[in-house]
């Protein structure tokens, strides 16, 4: 079955607007990547006692990942962790067989005589002290994946704002020319 001229040109105004909000979306992404690159400056640090501190384990696909979670009061402050960060978890706490196959969805720590000191912002734990002992170093990455998806989604939103000025300006005489 075959499409009229008309029912084409209609799909094809529906298919450029829904590409323009999927440009849109990109543009949202790329937001959101630079929104959590933030300078040490820009960060909260606290160097009070949490009230709780533990390690969830959680599956994201096929990939298991572990997330150490600082919750002071009614804010949670989390951050992916390493075997490199267990073991010095292990160390500080006594656990000596600490690994990320050693407990099941979460583990809760003694806070015991210990100090803290932790920089967050917003839900992002950046930066964590037990006793002096830097757990979590800040790393200020460069944001060059959010630089390439907001060029890529500026591109993509022109080409689209084009097409849909073509479609406008043009209409459904481009089709015309087209059908023999």
């Known amino acids: 079955m075959f499409l009229t001229k008309e029912q084409y040109y209609k799909r094809r105004w529906f298919l450029a607007i829904l590409f323009l909000l999927s440009g849109f979306c990109l543009l949202?992404?790329?937001?959101?990547?630079?929104?959590?690159n933030k300078d040490k400056s820009e960060l909260t640090t606290k160097n009070t006692l949490p009230t709780v501190i533990k390690i969830e384990k959680t599956k994201i696909g096929d990939t298991p990942l572990d997330f150490l979670t600082i919750i002071n009061n009614n804010e949670k402050f989390s951050a992916s962790i390493n075997d490199s960060i267990l073991k010095q978890l292990s160390i500080l706490y006594n656990l000596p067989d600490l690994n990320s196959f050693s407990f099941g969805n979460e583990l809760v720590f003694e806070k015991g005589n210990k100090s803290y000191k932790y920089s967050y912002s917003d839900d992002r734990l950046y930066e964590l002290e037990i006793n002096g002992i830097k757990i979590i170093t800040y790393q200020k990455?460069?944001?060059?994946?959010?630089?390439?998806?907001?060029?890529?989604?500026?591109?993509?939103?022109?080409?689209?704002?084009?097409?849909?000025?073509?479609?406008?300006?043009?209409?459904?005489?481009?089709?015309d020319d087209y059908k023999s």
Do not use: D, E, H, N
């Not at 949202?28 to 959590?36: A, I, K, N, P």
């Open 28 to 36: 949202y992404l790329s937001y959101g990547l630079f929104y959590y």
């Open 141 to 175: 990455k460069k944001p060059y994946m959010a630089y390439l998806i907001l060029i890529i989604a500026l591109a993509w939103i022109s080409f689209q704002v084009s097409v849909l000025y073509r479609l406008k300006t043009k209409g459904i005489k481009v089709y």
